[in-house]
């Protein structure tokens, strides 16, 4: 079992950055990919970024947020950060990080466990 919390959200002007944290606790955190999701509201759950589990040598992101965003792990303190840049109005949404033993990075259900999410707003 591993519990995930966000933190780091908040409200930012256009242009700006913000540095989401993603703690875990519970066994086994290393072995898990973990990925941040993002929704705005009347919209669907989308995939935002991910990373490997152990080392975190691979990375994968969404095509919106590429060259923004970089997403890395710190297995020492079992915590995935997101680091955003250039935030946009368009990035602002409530963004979630889960655990992922096995599968597709970019989707969502096949994801094993969720945090309650951070909200990220973003003004023009």
């Not at 990925?35 to 970024?49: D, I």
């Not at 080392?55 to 923004?68: E, L, N």
């Amino acid at each position: 079992q591993v519990q995930l919390k966000e933190s780091g959200g908040g409200l930012v002007q256009a242009g700006g950055s913000l540095r989401l944290a993603c703690a875990a606790s519970g066994r086994a955190f290393s072995m898990y990919h973990i990925g941040w999701f993002r929704q705005a509201p009347g919209k669907e759950r989308e995939f935002v970024a991910a990373i490997s589990e152990w080392s975190g040598i691979t990375t994968y992101y969404a095509d919106s947020v590429k060259g923004r965003f970089t997403i890395y792990r710190d297995n020492n303190r079992s915590t995935v950060y997101l680091q955003m840049n250039d935030l946009k109005p368009e990035d602002t949404a409530v963004y979630s990080c889960a655990a992922l033993a096995s599968g597709t990075y970019s989707r969502d259900y096949e994801y094993d466990y969720w945090g309650q999410g951070t909200q990220v707003t973003v003004s023009s």
